[in-house]
DNA sequence: ATGCGCCTTATTGGATCCAATACACCGTAC
DNA sequence: GTACGGTGTATTGGATCCAATAAGGCGCAT
């Protein structure tokens, strides 16, 4: 499972058109280019990649079963808004899945994924913008479980990533920068961990991590108001 | 989350057709009908269903977010086959996320779904039948987690037991009917605690119920031997 | 001025058809 | 008799079109 978003879905490959549809609706959902409680029409995204409305509605069909939009008869896709609570169950999920998909990933991770990890954290301690630190983050993280064999915990474990972006970002956007060195600390303590091959250690610094995020979130309740069109 | 399987895509509904197709599909590969390795025509299920094959592959996108099929451009869909590794790290999953599920349900469960839950308990200690223990002894555990309101987790938790529904009927199969006793002190264990309302207990026993069985299916390699088609 | 009902338009669901791809079978050659 | 290549068929991906549904706007009445 590579740091970038993958096609999450169980085949290699269903249509071409129908993959990229869903792949470019997937990154403007995460990237907060549609926001929650906003519409897709099928015939703007057909426009947009000069195609017919089938292969959209393949990919909406497949970004619902992923959680990522909403559906009503005859009524259109959306993007579901989560509340505070959703969120925080969600995150829960994340701190009992993501150790998990931790140590999959660890006995097969190498020099070359450690030499990046290495990179990426550097560059998150050099950075001042939200929106890199974000990108960055979400590269460490999924690249610590790039090792795991098992389609459906890492398939969930994005998926998880996924629902959240949104919420995540908008607390980023709210919070200072007064936190980074919390942050910084646990990631290198994981990624000692993951470099140590101790599975132990790096699955409990995660897991305090994932919580510790999931509790200041949740002490934000104005995360939760944004995105109202 | 009621005991029957719902639909569980985000929307409560996309086009009729193409939910009712879904349904049927994905209860043909619960049920075994479908079975590991064995490709999905779409001609064959639109004729079963006098449909056109649009509605069909809308469900067929549905199942693979759902992990329920596998796809490869031009060559159809397929239920895919998993080792025993594979369906040893879901039900760690399952070991994981269950007892949130059910953390988040009790406060919302009440004496109608007591005497439910110990109506479907009391015959399960009365059957002999393995089909009839398949059915109810997952209408059970869903019932448990009916009162969580996270559609997130719900229909993860559904997915879950979707994905290994095969190999818990091969591996039924293959046993005798010695450990039932294992089985219903457990179940008798969770639902004392459920209607305790005691989360704590409810919590252990289920993790400790889904491990005793995931270390159990592990211990027979012939159940991920079937399917081959 | 506001509310309700009706009509029209926008949007989606499904049918049909055509193009493309993959696989299987048959024929030929060695 | 076996292997390889080519062709045809089966199946899927996408385009187009029609029917159905929902929502919004407009007009009329109170």
């Not at 970038?4 to 792949?23: I, L």
């Not at 995540?168 to 980074?180: D, E, H, K, V």
């Not at 510790?212 to 309740?221: A, C, D, W």
Request: hydrophobic share 40%.
């Amino acid at each position: 499972m590579p740091g970038q978003t993958k096609q999450m879905a169980g085949g290699d490959q269903n249509g071409a058109v129908s993959q990229r549809v869903a792949g470019y609706l997937r990154e403007a959902i995460l990237s907060g280019e549609i926001v929650p409680g906003e519409r897709i029409r099928q015939e703007d995204v057909a426009a947009r990649f000069g195609t017919s409305r089938l292969p959209v509605r393949e990919a909406l069909r497949i970004l619902e079963a992923e959680g990522l939009t909403e559906h009503h008869m005859h009524k259109g896709a959306r993007v579901p808004r989560l509340d505070r609570h959703e969120v925080d169950v969600i995150y829960q999920m994340r701190e009992r899945l993501e150790p998990l998909a931790l140590a999959e990933s660890l006995p097969h991770l190498g020099e070359e994924q450690f030499r990046r990890l290495e990179d990426i954290q550097a560059r998150i301690e050099a950075n001042t913008d939200i929106a890199e630190f974000l990108a960055l983050d979400r590269e460490f993280h999924l690249l610590t479980y790039a090792g795991c064999p098992i389609e459906h915990l890492s398939s969930m474990v994005v998926r998880l990533w996924n629902s959240t972006q949104h919420y995540r970002r908008t607390f980023m956007n709210l919070s200072g920068p007064a936190r980074r060195w919390v942050v910084n600390a646990e990631h290198r303590l994981i990624l000692d961990a993951v470099e140590r091959r101790d599975a132990v250690d790096a699955e409990r610094y995660l897991s305090g991590h994932i919580r510790r995020t999931r509790i200041e979130l949740s002490r934000h309740p104005e995360a939760f108001e944004g995105g109202r069109v």
